[in-house]
């Protein structure tokens, strides 16, 4: 019985920046890996930022030294820190935790960038 809930997501100007928040339901220790993937109209859902049990954290290059992601464990929570969003971030976007060999999906925040 996992669940993510994500949170933080909403409609900012070009340049600014949101705060999306996945808590889960377990400790985030337990999990292998966990990210964020977000999907546009008419796209493919697309890996934007994931961390790994052993540390290591990958972006997409579209949102290298823009975005972040982190966690906060005593939270139970992963976060990923957007600045300087274009429109073309525009999405919804979904936090993910695998615990092998199963995989957890929120159910997604859109997040709208105006021009």
């Known amino acids: 019985q996992v669940q993510l809930v994500e949170s933080g997501g909403g409609l900012v100007q070009a340049g600014g920046s949101l705060r999306l928040s996945c808590a889960a339901s377990?400790?985030?220790?337990?999990?292998?890996?966990m990210g964020w993937h977000r999907q546009a109209p008419g796209k493919q859902r697309e890996l934007v930022a994931g961390i790994t049990s052993d540390g290591r954290i990958n972006y997409a290059d579209s949102v290298k030294g823009r975005f972040t992601i982190s966690g906060d464990n005593a939270k139970n929570t992963v976060y990923l820190q957007m600045n300087s969003l274009k429109p073309e971030d525009t999405a919804v976007y979904y936090c993910?935790?695998?615990?092998?060999?199963?995989?957890?999906w929120g159910q997604g925040t859109q997040v709208t960038v105006s021009s």
């Open positions: 993910r935790a695998d615990r092998t060999p199963l995989r957890y």
């Open positions: 377990g400790s985030i220790f337990r999990f292998n890996g």
